[in-house]
């Protein structure tokens, strides 16, 4: 069964508009992934939240972490055409656990 | 070269088939793992290896079995290939411990099609 649930399923915006993406969980975590995946590609690892963080960045991404709600969110500021693309979120729930995907947002960026 | 590297990247096959995917890594990672991508399903882990000697079965392991030949070298076997095994297969590795050990590097993928 999933652990991670992404929110919307599709997502469309104009190149230079931000992205933001939502990701709900059931159990408690250890720690909190966002992946990537170009269209027939594999996953490239794009952030990683602890369970006691609150916020990370890295370039123009940003992600949240509520404990209190399970929930996640991914913002993408000033989108480009290039990050257009299946964003999913990974969850882990201990040490030794197996990460856990959900079933992935589709993010196409209009130029 | 790329870090993890799956063989065939595309494999058309009939039902009853025996079918090998192979996976290895230049990473030096000791954890390996075997996904499933199906459309709107998101990834299912198949199996994983923590160690050459080491095998577990992850949430759908049923009609597949795999082989830890040596710390480079994951492959993912169908013995009887079914209609239903079609997707996209997909290998990642993992450092053993410490921060490094909750990122998977994935491979780019073997698309398996099951006539």
């Known amino acids: 069964s999933q652990q991670g649930e992404e929110d919307p399923q599709a997502l469309s915006i104009q190149e230079g508009e931000n992205a933001t993406m939502n990701c709900s969980y059931k159990t408690s975590i250890n720690n909190l992934q966002w992946y990537r995946q170009n269209s027939g590609r594999g996953l490239v690892h794009l952030i990683l939240?602890?369970?006691?963080?609150r916020e990370k960045h890295s370039g123009r991404l940003r992600v949240t972490l509520d404990t209190s709600k399970k929930s996640s969110s991914l913002l993408i500021t000033a989108s480009r055409a290039a990050d257009t693309a299946s964003y999913f979120c990974?969850?882990?729930?201990?040490?030794?656990?197996?990460?856990?995907f959900g079933k992935g947002i589709t993010l196409s960026v209009r130029p | 070269d790329a870090d993890v590297t799956q063989t065939p990247r595309n494999r058309i096959t009939k039902t009853g088939k025996r079918i090998m995917l192979e996976c290895s890594q230049t990473k030096g990672h000791d954890r390996m793992y075997w996904y499933r991508q199906d459309p709107g399903l998101g990834l299912r882990l198949i199996y994983y290896?923590?160690?050459?000697?080491?095998?577990n079965k992850g949430e759908i392991s049923d009609g597949y079995s795999v082989s830890r030949q040596a710390q480079a070298k994951f492959s993912l076997s169908l013995e009887s290939a079914i209609p239903n095994q079609t997707a996209l297969y997909f290998c990642a590795t993992s450092e053993r411990q410490g921060i490094g050990a909750n990122v998977l590097t994935f491979g780019a993928g073997s698309r398996l099609t099951v006539l």
């Open positions: 290896s923590f160690d050459v000697k080491d095998i």
């Open positions: 990974a969850t882990r729930t201990g040490a030794n656990s197996k990460l856990t």
């Open positions: 939240i602890r369970s006691n963080e």
